[in-house]
Structures are given as structure tokens and as C-alpha cells.
């Protein structure tokens, strides 16, 4: 099992998902945990269109951290 960082940002209409070490794997929503739960989908998907094309698959190395200031 892999732990990607997933980058969630609030858009007009709910919130916008991405993840940086799978470029081109991004989901919305209209709540957050939608959306979190739309971008494991993506990712599963992702991975798996990946595999198939023979495509190496990145491994997780983005951290996300929330610094105050």
C-alpha cells in the first residue's frame, strides 16, 4: 500500500484535488470529503492505467505539511 499527498484547494463551487507525484491526477467535488474521497478513485485509476501502459509508477515522495505564520 502506497500513501500519496493529495493537495486539496477550495474552488467556487466546492474544492479541487491533486497529486503532485502523479501528475495529471485530479478530481473535484462539492465537499471535502467528497472530494477526497473522488481523488482515491483517481489515483486507483491512475495506477492502474499506469501498469497497463507499462508506465513506471512513481513512488510516494511529496510530504505536505501546514505551517503557521
Given at each position: ?16 484535488a ?52
Amino acid at each position: 500500500m502506497r500513501r500519496y499527498g493529495v493537495v486539496l484547494e477550495p474552488t467556487r463551487t466546492g474544492f479541487s484535488a491533486y497529486v503532485p507525484d502523479l501528475p495529471g491526477c485530479v478530481s473535484a467535488g462539492k465537499t471535502r470529503r467528497q472530494t477526497l474521497s473522488l481523488i482515491k478513485g483517481a489515483i486507483r485509476f491512475h495506477i492502474e492505467g499506469m501498469e497497463k501502459d507499462g508506465t513506471p509508477v512513481p513512488e510516494p515522495t511529496s510530504i505536505c505539511e501546514t505551517v503557521e505564520v
